[in-house]
């Protein structure tokens, strides 16, 4: 409620007990708030309770971005996988040389479609040129393998770059890098196919025959056994190439 009192000659003036903020113009109004720096500005409208086009494009950033979240490391694939989970493909797709990514991951050989032979293997991977990953499962179901960062040939002697990498999982995925300890990535030959070696054994070893497998730490990629025992029985294998 506001109170008059009367002074002399009867004027009637308002109580100074209600106190009222200094009153500006339009164009002084503006030129304070000109004067905030953008965190005075935020501060003033959120104890104001404004919501401005900045908290909006905010918001709605996050929302997108959590949104897309689950598919950024979901690459399309030209077959389903008979031997990776969902989960799987993402975790090893983070981890794939950069120049992998965007590209949709073709399925260049498995042994459900192509026969347990290594010679076959090496027949799909002519006139490709692009990394390749190779996943086995073994008798115990066990799930590793080996980024290549070329196809697989017939050599005579170890080629390949750092790229090269070794994973498993236990369950969770496990990534073993090129330690710079030596440069033996990938052997191939009609008889077998390798990957690290030094020490006197290599750290993924596969027969003629697509059959029998053995693993061993290596000083070319600083990896344990791969599989639950050094000496494995290959149960399936899928090549994937990136194109």
Not at 107 to 133: E, Q
Not at 146 to 173: C, I, Q, R
Not at 196 to 222: I, M, N, P, Q, V
């Amino acid at each position: 409620m506001i109170r008059f009192w009367y002074g002399k000659k009867g004027r009637k003036h308002h109580s100074m007990k209600n106190k009222y903020n200094l009153v500006v113009s339009v164009a002084e109004y503006h030129r304070r708030i000109d004067a905030l720096n953008s965190e005075e500005l935020r501060t003033l409208c959120r104890r104001l309770k404004i919501t401005t086009r900045e908290d909006i494009n905010s918001k709605q950033g996050t929302t997108i971005k959590t949104e897309l979240e689950p598919e950024v490391f979901r690459p399309n694939l030209s077959d389903p996988s008979e031997l990776l989970q969902v989960e799987q493909i993402e975790k090893l797709t983070k981890k794939l040389p950069p120049r992998t990514i965007g590209y949709p991951w073709t399925l260049v050989y498995s042994t459900a479609k192509h026969g347990m032979s290594l010679k076959t293997l090496y027949r799909t991977m002519m006139g490709l040129d692009t990394p390749v990953l190779l996943v086995i499962k073994d008798s115990d179901g066990q799930i590793f393998g080996a980024l290549a960062s070329e196809p697989f040939k017939v050599s005579d002697g170890f080629y390949g770059t750092g790229e090269t990498f070794l994973f498993t999982f236990t369950p969770d995925l496990e990534t073993f890098m090129w330690t710079g300890d030596n440069m033996f990535f990938i052997k191939g030959d009609m008889d077998a196919l390798a990957f690290g070696g030094g020490g006197g054994e290599f750290a993924l070893w596969l027969d003629g025959d697509l059959y029998h497998g053995r693993s061993h730490s290596c000083k070319t990629f600083g990896n344990p056994t791969l599989s639950k025992k050094e000496d494995f029985i290959i149960q399936d294998i899928e090549i994937w190439g990136f194109e």
